[in-house]
């Protein structure tokens, strides 16, 4: 088993690449793929679509916006979608480990993948955090402490965010929208999450107990049905 200082040298590592790979996310500058090669070495293909594997479309250019309480942004299909993978951020932010410069990346203009399932950083409809400490074809890089944080984010957002380290392939740093654009649930998601930054405060992320036992049930019932 690996010890906790080991792996947080790791993610420290992994900040300091990301602090190199930053320039990508500021403003006027070219967006560098969030995705690294996977634990086996391999190299990626070029995604040919029009669209991503998710249904979204491919952007030219997606919007910076700014992760609320972290001092950070990522760039973001704009609307539902970033909508909901900001409040993924937010609540890692706030619940797992305080994001770094360079910790998070989103929309993508190098068609370059590993899996499918990368290209939906393309259409900014996905974003990896801290993708250099949890990389694609890893599983297990997450403490059990943490594990339970996402798995509350995903049974709060009702499937609507799919996670990479549930894939047939994982990668543990990945979140993605899970249905097409204008689908129902997304849009009911949204809705709620935007309720709650219009709200007094005492709801959505950084007012929430993932370890609250109904919560605990609820996330894994949900992981249950999903598996």
Do not use: C
Request: proline share 6%; net charge positive.
């Amino acid at each position: 088993m690996r010890s906790k200082i080991d792996r947080r040298g790791v993610l420290m590592a992994g900040a300091a690449f990301g602090a190199v790979t930053a320039l990508a996310t500021l403003p006027g500058t070219a967006h560098a793929a969030p995705g690294v090669p996977s634990a086996d070495g391999a190299r990626g293909r070029a995604w040919p679509g029009a669209k991503s594997a998710n249904g979204w479309p491919v952007l030219e250019a997606a919007e910076l916006l700014h992760i609320e309480g972290s001092g950070q942004s990522v760039r973001l299909a704009d609307g539902d979608a970033a909508v909901i993978l900001l409040h993924v951020a937010r609540r890692f932010h706030y619940e797992i480990d305080q994001l770094r410069t360079g910790d998070v990346t989103g929309h993508s203009t190098t068609r370059e993948v590993v899996e499918d399932y990368e290209s939906n950083y393309l259409s900014g409809t996905a974003l990896a955090i801290r993708p250099l400490a949890y990389p694609v074809g890893v599983k297990g890089g997450l403490y059990p402490n943490e594990l339970v944080v996402v798995r509350d984010i995903l049974a709060e957002l009702d499937g609507v965010v799919r996670w990479g380290g549930d894939l047939a392939t994982p990668k543990e740093s990945h979140f993605e929208i899970a249905y097409r654009p204008g689908h129902p649930r997304v849009k009911g998601v949204a809705r709620k999450i935007r309720g709650w930054q219009a709200g007094p405060g005492s709801a959505g992320a950084g007012t929430v107990d993932a370890f609250d036992p109904k919560r605990r049930s609820r996330s894994q019932a949900f992981a249950r049905r999903v598996a």
